[in-house]
């Protein structure tokens, strides 16, 4: 059973930074692509960034392009999101997903999400 669990969400104002992490368990990951996905109040769930676990290989939506860096630390099984210049309308509810890659382009796996909140 996968397991995945964000942390690292939190209050911070226009201009700042926060640092966002996975955990990943369950199975072996060489294979997955993971992803960070977002949802604002009343919006759609929308696709942030992503990273091939086997070889790096990042994605990112246009609006956080510049800013924000995915990561992964294979040894602790976990990808990282930092979010810099944040701006008022990155306030969201930031979710973890994973994928088998090989397999399906579906996410299947989703984390329970960490809030992220940033004053104008």
């Not at 939506?61 to 995915?70: D, E, L, Y």
């Amino acid at each position: 059973q996968v397991q995945l669990v964000e942390s690292g969400g939190g209050l911070v104002q226009a201009g700042g930074s926060l640092r966002l992490s996975c955990a990943a368990s369950g199975r072996t990951f060489s294979n997955y692509a993971m992803g960070w996905f977002r949802q604002a109040p009343g919006k759609e769930r929308e696709f942030v960034a992503s990273i091939n676990w086997s070889d790096g290989d990042t994605n990112y939506a246009v609006s956080v392009k510049g800013r924000f860096t995915i990561s992964r630390d294979n040894a602790k099984n976990s990808v990282f999101l930092q979010m810099n210049s944040l701006k008022p309308e990155d306030t969201a509810v930031y979710y973890c997903a994973a994928r088998d890659a090989s397999t399906t382009p579906r996410y299947d796996y989703w984390g329970q999400g960490t809030q992220v909140t940033v004053s104008s």
